[in-house]
């Protein structure tokens, strides 16, 4: 079993800048086998969408509408993983769920909230 706990989130203006992380908890036997980690996202009356993935090696994936302004990265020995937002939009404002994938298992933080002002 793993749990994942977000923190970072809040309200900030736009062109502003925030960083997420996500620190996985857990079994050893789980952390080693944590693959792909990520974040998604979802506003009010919209369906949760992918934010960006990493995996373990460090290969990335973003959604086009965040390529460019936001960047994920992960501390495999921290079992942590980042999410540095910049140039932050009003249409960015979602809750941001935390993600992360074992073989076997499909795990989701809480949540986060994140407000951009305009």
């Known amino acids: 079993q793993v749990q994942l706990v977000e923190s970072g989130g809040g309200l900030v203006q736009a062109g502003g800048s925030l960083r997420l992380s996500c620190a996985a908890s857990?079994?050893?036997?789980?952390?080693?086998?944590?693959?792909?980690m990520g974040w998604y996202r979802q506003a009010p009356g919209k369906q949760r969408e992918l934010v960006a993935t990493?995996?373990?090696?460090?290969?990335?994936n973003y959604a086009d509408s965040v390529k460019g302004r936001f960047t994920i990265s992960r501390d495999n020995a921290k079992n942590t993983v980042y999410l540095q937002m910049d140039s932050l939009k009003p249409e960015d404002t979602a809750v941001y769920y935390c993600?992360?994938?074992?073989?076997?298992?499909?795990?989701w933080g809480q949540g986060t909230q994140v407000t951009v002002s305009s």
């Open positions: 990493i995996i373990r090696a460090g290969t990335t």
């Open positions: 857990g079994s050893s036997f789980s952390l080693i086998r944590l693959n792909v």
């Open positions: 993600n992360a994938i074992t073989l076997l298992a499909n795990y």
